[in-house]
């Protein structure tokens, strides 16, 4: 049969149902369907949310570095007291300083103790990191023997060398069984510095040995072979091979230990006691800064001016030290 109709004598042809004119689909309301799973929406952050990690350490670092560092740079310039706010001076603690004896009698012990501590601290932890580093039964014991005097508090490292040294001490003992008087080590005024020196290197042996392990630790083995097999003995396969691999580590070690060295206080103060030795000959910066800052009439703003200096002179150090370096790596 023939899907069609006459309509006024037309013929039609039969459509299904009558469809509405398509309509945009109204928004659906009510909360978006999820994702395809393992997909996240990114959430953006404000501009100072990562200011806002760094917000704590900021505060750290300016309460208790910056704020003191310029607080004590302006007390320099005034006659402050510890318990007097000072006047503006300008530069005249500046001045006193450089007419002031025992200024220039703690510069020098604080620059021959550089001239002491330094070189044995570059160079025997590293001959005693060569020798721990070897695997044999026992080194273990030798290792943590050598690292001992390092976690062992300063005062009492200091106390029991005072004890030693003494005049009665242990090591006067020895001396006069042996036929030698007693020697004053810590009444003469070389021979206490000498022996506050040989205390600072007793104490940083085993500090510096742990650097120089983990540098010696990334020498290549085939380096000391090759030069092994051209015939290199174990003396100059130090200076061809080891020296040059850890000579940024020493360079380190150098700074360091000029640093420390130029800001010793305990080992000194606990051996010559709180005047600096006989005479005060023994007086270092560090130590003048405190006879000279505290108590009720201590003298703040003179006490500022020599920490002043100290900065200056340690950076500078510093920066010899790293120059040396740059001008040796370069040739």
């Given at each position: 049969?023939?899907?069609?109709?006459?309509?006024n004598g037309?013929?039609?042809?039969?459509?299904?149902?009558a469809?509405?004119?398509?309509?945009?689909?109204?928004p659906?309301k009510?909360?978006?369907?999820?994702?395809?799973?393992?997909?996240?929406?990114?959430?953006?952050?404000?501009?100072?949310?990562?200011?806002?990690?760094?917000?704590p350490?900021?505060?750290?670092?300016?309460?208790?570095?910056?704020f003191?560092?310029?607080?004590?740079v302006s007390?320099?310039?005034?006659?402050?007291?510890?318990?007097?706010a000072g006047?503006?001076v300008?530069?005249?603690?500046?001045?006193?300083?450089?007419h002031?004896?025992?200024?220039?009698?703690?510069?020098r012990?604080s620059?021959?103790?550089?001239?002491?501590?330094?070189?044995?601290?570059v160079?025997?932890?590293?001959l005693?990191?060569?020798?721990?580093?070897?695997?044999?039964?026992?080194?273990?014991?030798?290792r943590?023997?050598f690292?001992?005097p390092?976690?062992?508090?300063?005062?009492v490292?200091?106390?029991?060398w005072?004890?030693?040294?003494?005049d009665?001490?242990l090591?006067?003992?020895?001396?006069g069984?042996?036929?030698?008087?007693?020697?004053?080590?810590?009444?003469?005024q070389?021979?206490?510095?000498i022996?506050a020196?040989?205390?600072?290197?007793?104490k940083?042996?085993g500090y510096?040995?742990?650097?120089?392990?983990?540098?010696?630790?990334?020498?290549p083995?085939?380096?000391?072979?090759?030069?092994?097999?051209d015939?290199?003995?174990?003396i100059r396969?130090?200076?061809?091979v080891?020296?040059?691999?850890?000579?940024?580590?020493m360079?380190l070690?150098a700074?360091l230990?000029?640093?420390?060295?130029f800001?010793?206080?305990?080992?000194?103060?606990?051996?010559a006691?709180?005047?600096?030795?006989?005479?005060?000959?023994?007086?270092?910066?560090?130590?003048?800064?405190?006879q000279?800052?505290?108590?009720l009439?201590?003298?703040v703003?003179?006490?500022?001016?020599?920490?002043?200096v100290?900065?200056?002179?340690?950076?500078?150090?510093?920066?010899?030290v790293?120059k040396a370096?740059?001008?040796e790596g370069?040739?």
């Amino acid at each position: 049969m023939s899907d069609t109709s006459t309509r006024n004598g037309a013929p039609v042809a039969k459509t299904g149902p009558a469809t509405a004119p398509s309509q945009p689909a109204a928004p659906v309301k009510g909360p978006r369907p999820a994702g395809p799973p393992g997909r996240r929406r990114i959430r953006t952050h404000l501009p100072s949310t990562p200011w806002l990690f760094l917000l704590p350490g900021f505060s750290i670092i300016g309460g208790f570095v910056l704020f003191p560092f310029f607080s004590t740079v302006s007390s320099s310039f005034t006659d402050q007291r510890t318990l007097i706010a000072g006047k503006w001076v300008g530069g005249a603690n500046y001045q006193e300083l450089w007419h002031d004896d025992m200024f220039w009698i703690a510069l020098r012990n604080s620059l021959l103790y550089i001239v002491g501590v330094v070189p044995p601290l570059v160079i025997l932890p590293l001959l005693l990191a060569m020798l721990v580093q070897r695997y044999v039964p026992g080194i273990s014991f030798f290792r943590s023997a050598f690292y001992t005097p390092v976690v062992a508090s300063v005062v009492v490292v200091g106390l029991i060398w005072v004890w030693m040294l003494d005049d009665r001490g242990l090591v006067n003992a020895v001396l006069g069984a042996i036929g030698v008087g007693p020697v004053a080590f810590l009444s003469d005024q070389w021979l206490l510095l000498i022996s506050a020196m040989l205390v600072t290197v007793w104490k940083g042996l085993g500090y510096y040995m742990i650097i120089y392990m983990a540098a010696l630790g990334n020498v290549p083995k085939e380096l000391h072979e090759a030069a092994a097999v051209d015939g290199a003995g174990a003396i100059r396969r130090f200076f061809t091979v080891t020296v040059p691999a850890v000579r940024s580590t020493m360079v380190l070690v150098a700074a360091l230990s000029s640093v420390n060295a130029f800001k010793v206080f305990s080992e000194v103060y606990l051996m010559a006691g709180p005047n600096g030795g006989p005479g005060g000959e023994d007086t270092t910066l560090v130590m003048l800064i405190k006879q000279v800052g505290t108590g009720l009439s201590g003298r703040v703003g003179y006490a500022s001016a020599i920490s002043v200096v100290v900065f200056v002179i340690t950076l500078g150090l510093m920066l010899l030290v790293l120059k040396a370096d740059k001008k040796e790596g370069d040739a």
